[in-house]
């Protein structure tokens, strides 16, 4: 349990340390501020849309289809093909603790890097909607407070796909490449054909909003959450699988 | 070493199982926005229907504009007929139509003219349809719509009843409609109420001109420019039990504030019901000896929009 710990705490350092990652969570911070305010701005010339309480939710939207995956890229590219790339993944594995551990603590970091940019975007959209004066209820903040978990949980199922694939990869850029491309394709598939979204996590980033509603029925975000989480599952082992057999 | 591999493939086993079930099943399309795209299909196909329809527009609880009205429509033979009222500030005008062989015939309750608008020959040469590439384009704009749709087909219910009909259900409020209609929606709306500010026509009968004044319809709606914000979008429909629609409603839920800060909540009802499938006949009208006049303008062009 004691070198798990230490292990994951050095991932998360790593991640850390590296200035692309600080960047990342500053930039984070900063577009929903320039977006309420732009939006502010906006609004008694254009009637555009005003910071509402929705504004996190709006927000959520944004980063759950785009930004977040591109960070799940970023740091799964530093994680695992540039540490193969610049043979430092060896120190990982010197350390007296397997390779599931190593591993586990990887992805572990990951997702807390997720969890963390969700958490900023969380209270940086809340105190934007606060210094509007369009402060949300108990309810609402409630509400909000589930969408976003959901997210996390649909943003895990991706990070575990781009982890997996993440093992077949050499080199970082190689693989960002590749996982921008893999990704654009699997949000366009829907568009040629619909059984691909049905089998597709990419198309469950903005499937918080089915917690928002009333009408959605138990059984439907039971399926979904399954989903998620078989396909988190599925692909974590699968990378494992890859990872044990990887010659160092 | 053995148990680590067989913990790695009943994880691996198991989770792609489920992944796979649940994936099927949530491409089976139980959901009630698939019940009613297929009701939606099937009622395009029908020949011949009877339309009760209904429309009001309210503004802080009060009734700008109410209109009703009845068609029969024969889609095969394109002969319709029907009636309508508009009550718009406390005005009620009423118009009755007939879409037959000759050209379409308005006339308004005001009067005893017969407007006719004759058809030219361009409109009546219709193209014939190919069937299988407008199919196929219907499909690929379906899966488009699909795509678009994503996720939020989740939200349509659907309650089964008894006698085989389905009732389907939506309501969508702001924070669950795409962000891309929450940006572009409060523009739109300021242009659509924004405009009859400039169009000042006088509204004296002129010859061949119909006697409708759609202005008092426009002038009616307060005009929002700020905090314009879709509040709530809500959509029925009832399916019978050959799969037809038989009844629609949709709720529209718009606030905002007028130019001198005063808030509006306007809300638009629509509801329509339809019935007679395949077995409607429209009315048709004999014009001979009655008062016609013919009409120099497109009228269609300037109330199509009020329902």
Redesign the interface.
Known sequence: MHSWKAGYMGELLLLWYRRKIAVFGIFSVVVPILLAASFHAL??I?????V???FP??ML??YTSVWIPLFIFMAAADLFPQEVASRTLKLALLRPNSR?QVYGAKTAALATGIAALLVLLGIVSLACNLFAGTLAGFAETA?IVKAYIASFVSMLALAAVFVFTAQFFKSSSGFMAFSIVLYAAAKIA??????V???SPA??T??Y??W??????AG?LT??F??L???S??FF??G??KFVRKEV | MKKKWLVLGSAIGISSVVMVATGISAMAGTSGYDAYKSALKNTKTVSSVAIQAEAQLQDNGKVLVDASGSAKVNVSAKTASGSADVTADGTKQSLSFYKQAGGAVLKSSASDVFYVKTQNAKEKRSKPKDDASEQQMSQQAETVIDALVGNLKDYVAVNDQTDGSKEISVQLDNSQLPAVVNAIAPIAIKQATKEHKNENRNSGEQAGEFPFQENVIKSAVPQLTQDIKIEKVAVKANINASNYIDHQEADLTVSGKDDSGAAHQVTLHLQADLSGYNSTTPDTIDLTGKNVQQIKRDIGKHHGENG
């Open positions: 609004q008694p254009l009637g555009f849309m005003a509402s309480q929705s939710l709006t939207g944004i599931f509400a829907p568009f040629l054909s619909s059984a979204a049905a089998f198309s469950y903005d499937w909003k089915l928002l509603s009333q009408t959605v029925s439907k399926t979904a399954l989903f989480a078989s396909c599952l599925l082992s699968l494992y699988y």
